[in-house]
């Protein structure tokens, strides 16, 4: 056979295998365990009445609010390699973008190996106190460290991913991690709940001007202190872990200076960081649409993860060939807009 007619039959061969392996990534893991962050009776001063509410329309589709029961799913990938990824899904502290952001990402992460953990946390405009979120975020991390081995996970390979005023949520788990936002309930507080690595996709950093306007800063207002205790920029040591950041230059929703911001502190303090700003993109586009700028950051996270040993050398799968449950449009959704002339921030997640 000729060099031209063995390229053909390749080419035939992976456009054969493309569609079984695209299935594969997506039916590769078992159904997602459920962990109740808290012990019964640890929430005592619970203000949600009624339900969990599940969006039905517009940018909400598939949002989750009105939580009174913080907890994690846990997905464990077919082929785990011991790394496991903490999810943040953006909402503005007013609801948490499931179906949007955090469960394609957990689909793409378990279909290279890695176990992916959705949080459903406290939101303040439910009524739980501003530190609600930091609360979970930490009490998850320690859960996760404490019952590694139980998971299937290696603790010292724990990391946080978030979107949007998700990544506000990981960028203050990554940088106070040695504040203690709750008294210890159990042994698993004694664990560090300090992330071993993090990924800041289009985030909320800061609160302090000119980046009050998101709706993170609104919803977070609530606590005197909110803009010095929680623009993460402020809180950079170098104990802070490495950081992975992606962000577009014309977000008019989370603006470009907010990871402009975390990456200068990152660098000041000696911390190992990457940055990548997209010449365009907007806001809240998860995994990004095919062919899009955005759309290179799975990859870049991926070979970022496997530089800093978190991620082992099979392929990398792009989230194209991810078998994704249908979701509604997310680019530019302004879950996190505050200075909206007609009030649109009671829509927006950042």
Same mark, same amino acid.
Request: hydrophobic fraction near 40%.
């Given at each position: ?20 392996? &695209? ?10 365990? %459920? %962990? ?41 990938? &077919? ?43 406290? !939101? ?5 106190? /501003? ?11 320690? !859960? ?29 788990? *990554? ?8 008294? @210890? ?14 990924? !800041? ?16 800063? $609104? *919803? ?12 993460? *920029?402020?809180?950079?040591?170098? @104990? ?7 962000? /577009?230059?014309?977000?008019?929703? &989370? ?39 955005? @759309? ?9 993860? $496997? ?6 050398? $099979? ?9 994704? /449950? ?10 996190? $807009? ?6 649109? /921030? ?5």
């Amino acid at each position: 056979m000729t060099i031209r007619g063995m390229a053909l039959c390749a080419l035939w061969w992976l456009l054969l295998a493309a569609p079984a392996q &695209a299935q594969q990534a997506s039916a590769g893991h078992a159904g997602p365990s %459920v %962990v109740d962050l808290w012990p019964q009776g640890a929430l005592t001063d619970n203000p949600v009445r009624g339900p969990e509410r599940l969006g039905q329309d517009g940018n909400g589709i598939g949002a989750v609010s009105n939580i009174s029961r913080p907890r994690m799913e846990i997905i464990r990938p &077919a082929q785990p390699n011991g790394t496991a990824v903490l999810i943040l899904g953006g909402g503005g502290y007013f609801r948490i973008q499931i179906a949007n952001e955090s469960r394609p990402v957990a689909e793409w992460l378990a279909a290279m190996g890695i176990t992916p953990v959705i949080l459903y946390y406290r !939101l303040p405009v439910d009524g739980w106190k /501003a530190e609600a979120p930091f609360q979970d975020a930490q009490r998850a991390l320690r !859960l996760l460290r404490s019952h590694a081995a139980d998971h299937g996970i290696d603790p010292q390979r724990i990391g946080v991913l978030g979107l949007s005023a998700g990544g506000h949520l990981a960028a203050i788990a *990554e940088t106070r991690f040695d504040t203690d936002f709750y008294q @210890a309930v159990d042994e698993a507080d004694k664990v560090s709940s300090r992330p071993d690595f993090s990924a !800041l996709i289009y985030p909320v950093v800061s609160l302090q001007p000119p980046y009050d306007t998101t709706r993170t800063r $609104r *919803e977070l207002g609530t606590q005197k202190d909110a803009v010095e205790a929680y623009s993460a *920029e402020k809180h950079v040591t170098k @104990a802070t872990p490495p950081t992975f950041i992606v962000h /577009a230059a014309d977000d008019p929703i &989370a603006k470009v200076g907010h990871s402009l911001l975390m990456f200068s502190a990152l660098r000041e303090h000696g911390v190992a960081a990457e940055l990548h700003v997209f010449e365009n993109g907007g806001h809240g586009w998860t995994l990004g649409r095919p062919g899009t700028l955005a @759309a290179s950051w799975p990859r870049l996270f991926a070979l970022w993860a $496997r530089q800093h040993r978190l991620l082992d050398q $099979r392929p990398i799968l792009p989230p194209s060939m991810i078998q994704h /449950a249908p979701r509604a449009p997310a680019a530019n959704r302004a879950d996190d $807009r505050a200075e909206d002339p007609d009030d649109h /921030a009671e829509d927006s997640d950042v």
